[in-house]
């Protein structure tokens, strides 16, 4: 399997403009995760689904910020209108069952700039 | 609150200065604890699940332990390239909710 896949790898956009992040899980993983990463706060859990349906998202910061996983291998994290604190790195990491101590499985990051 | 607490938060070692870094966590129901690996520019890495207080994970020169309160992260005789950060996480739950919460990390540094 190639791990998970997230994409662009690099984003600039200006502010107010709506901003589209994909994943692709690994295939048979039936936890996804979506991360931001700043060095002010860390790794910051900002949405899970188990079986394509949100868990908790309670990580969200704002309404401008939406997650959807239409089926078990995809899914998008949207930014609308986005903001230049927004700016981050976004992780998508999916694992298996979500038994107990099942690890979870890292993409390479989406790094977003808003100007 | 659950809570991960990683100290300290910059480290900088020899090369071959072993040392230890530390996680403590708060959290309900502890249905696992993860350290992770993430280099600059790239995503974490998994390296090892602790599910219960006494057990321990080995991997090359890095040895994971588990306490009800904390873990420690040993690194014996370090290289350079155990430069990273290093992250630690727990997963918690009365039920399988699955929810993953990581510490602040723990930036390594080993000079040659």
């Known amino acids: 399997d190639a791990g998970v896949i997230q994409s662009p790898r690099h984003e600039v956009t200006e502010m107010g403009q709506e901003v589209t992040l994909r994943c692709k899980p690994i295939?048979?993983?039936?936890?996804l995760f979506w991360y931001r990463q700043t060095m002010m706060r860390g790794l910051e859990l900002l949405i899970y689904?188990?079986?394509?349906?949100?868990?908790?998202d309670s990580g969200m910061p704002e309404d401008r910020f939406s997650a959807k996983m239409p089926n078990a291998s995809f899914s998008t994290l949207k930014i609308q209108p986005s903001e230049p604190r927004d700016s981050a790195v976004y992780f998508c990491?999916?694992?298996?069952?979500?038994?107990?101590?099942?690890?979870?499985?890292f993409g390479q990051g989406t790094r977003l700039t808003v100007v | 609150e659950d809570q991960v607490t990683q100290s300290p938060e910059a480290l900088r070692l020899q090369e071959g200065e072993s040392s230890s870094l530390n996680c403590s966590y708060t959290?309900?129901?502890?249905?696992?604890l993860f350290w992770y690996r993430q280099d600059p520019g790239k995503g974490p890495e998994f390296l090892f699940t602790?599910?219960?207080a006494g057990e321990e994970k080995e991997k090359e020169r890095l040895k994971a332990t588990l306490t009800k309160k904390e873990s420690f992260l040993h690194i014996t005789a370090p290289k350079p390239e155990d430069s990273a950060t290093y992250l630690c996480?727990?997963?918690?739950?009365?039920?399988?909710?699955?929810?993953?919460?990581f510490g602040q990390g723990t930036t390594l540094q080993v000079k040659p």
């Open positions: 959290v309900s129901g502890l249905r696992g």
């Open positions: 295939s048979g993983h039936d936890y």
């Open positions: 996480a727990v997963r918690h739950g009365s039920s399988n909710t699955g929810k993953l919460i």
């Open positions: 689904f188990n079986n394509n349906v949100p868990i908790d």
């Open positions: 990491a999916s694992s298996f069952h979500g038994a107990p101590g099942t690890e979870a499985f």
């Open positions: 602790l599910y219960s």
